[in-house]
């Protein structure tokens, strides 16, 4: 599939990498394919982007925000959720910490990886989030759709916006933008770049 990306959307898969590692995160998520989009100010999502109001600073903070782990493991939007539904996150966690010892809910540290030869063996989902996986095949969909013969940062974008449940929508709605319309503005900024 990536070999009708743009050398700018191949940037930005190399890049949403880049941005999984350095967030101690793995697998990549729409989250750090949407940071890389930011990243590069030129390319057009980008640009559609800042156009719709969107500081990246602003979103890579929302990234930061939920994906932040909670004392239990839950990214914040969860503990928040929890809370409103009466369930005191803190308590259950004393209990179990009481019972189990300290740090009994912490993610124990992964065995060494071996290697098998100058093969390895490759993980069943592969680097992506199913979320984002899905995200980049309905890039090529989009670009299909709209009868582009490659793919770039625009459609890595629609397809995001297309896939609408993960955490890059999620963002983007939470900082006020109507994907419907975003969508829109990607599109119209097509046109008038053909």
Do not use: C, Y
Request: proline letters at 5%; zero cysteines; hydrophobic letters at 45%.
């Amino acid at each position: 599939m990536f070999e009708r990306f743009t050398d700018r959307a191949r940037e930005v898969v190399k890049q949403a990498a880049h941005e999984a590692r350095a967030a101690g995160r793995r697998p990549i998520g729409t989250e750090h394919l949407l940071l890389a989009v930011l990243a590069d100010p030129d390319n057009l999502a980008s640009r559609v982007l800042s156009a719709a109001g969107v500081r990246a600073a602003d979103l890579r903070a929302a990234v930061a925000r939920h994906t932040a782990e909670g004392d239990a493991g839950l990214a914040e939007a969860d503990a928040a959720a929890l809370r409103e539904i009466g369930i005191d996150l803190a308590a259950i966690v004393a209990r179990i910490e009481e019972s189990f010892g300290p740090d009994a809910l912490r993610a124990a540290a992964p065995a060494p990886r071996r290697r098998w030869g100058w093969r390895q063996r490759q993980r069943p989902g592969g680097p992506f989030s199913p979320r984002s996986k899905k995200a980049l095949e309905l890039s090529l969909r989009e670009a299909l759709r709209l009868r582009h013969r490659h793919i770039g940062t625009e459609h890595i974008l629609l397809g995001m916006l297309r896939e609408g449940g993960g955490p890059a929508a999620l963002v983007l709605a939470e900082a006020g933008l109507d994907l419907d319309d975003l969508r829109r503005r990607v599109e119209l900024a097509l046109r008038a770049a053909a």
